[in-house]
């Protein structure tokens, strides 16, 4: 009998250091989208009440590494880390995301300067802080990407574009790395 072996999506092709930049997959743990029913206000306080963090803003996440709640599109969050609380599917559709998505740290100075070249939003520190968090393009890949510190941003693209998103950020990464 075949045994099967779970695999990250980014399995043999990270981490990479390319310059003062490193790519490394990043393992969220469970990833949970949550649309509320109606108020998103009963969500909220369940999140609250449950995970102790607020639900973000739209362009925000909340709760640290380990626990976050990341604003995933128009009334859409994407819960990752702990196990969505029972209770939440009460105000909202709790619906598991954990293997549709591939899930990297790209970190170090340069980072925005490696974004930059594939990302077409502001993703200066001046304009987009700690905690903000976009939908937005990666090239031609669908993407959500969370600013996480200083110089570190955690991007989500669909788990089937694991290697392209690697392919394409190790070539900006080697883009900016020749400039110095």
């Known amino acids: ?30 990833l949970c989208s949550l649309s509320p029913f109606g108020d998103a206000s009963l969500l909220g306080a369940a999140l609250e009440q449950h995970h102790g963090m607020a639900l973000p803003q739209p362009g925000r996440m909340t709760g640290k590494a380990g626990a976050r709640c ?76 969370t600013r996480t510190g200083a110089q570190s941003f955690l991007i989500l693209v669909f788990r089937s574009m694991a290697g392209t998103l690697v392919h394409d950020l190790k070539c900006a990464m080697e883009a900016v790395a020749s400039r110095r």
Do not use: N
Request: hydrophobic share 45%; with cysteine; proline share 5%.
């Open 1 to 30: 009998m075949v045994e099967l072996e779970q695999k990250l999506p980014c399995a043999g092709l990270l981490p990479l250091s390319i310059g003062k930049v490193t790519l490394e997959e990043v393992d969220l743990g469970q």
């Open 70 to 145: 990341i604003w995933f599109g128009r009334e859409t969050w994407l819960l990752a880390g702990p196990v969505a609380y029972a209770d939440l599917a009460q105000s909202a559709a709790v619906v598991d995301q954990s293997d549709g998505w591939a899930s990297v740290a790209l970190r170090g100075p340069g980072a925005v300067d490696v974004l930059a070249r594939l990302v077409p939003v502001d993703l200066r520190e001046s304009t987009f802080k700690r905690g903000h968090s976009a939908r937005t393009m990666v090239q031609h890949m669908t993407a959500s990407i």
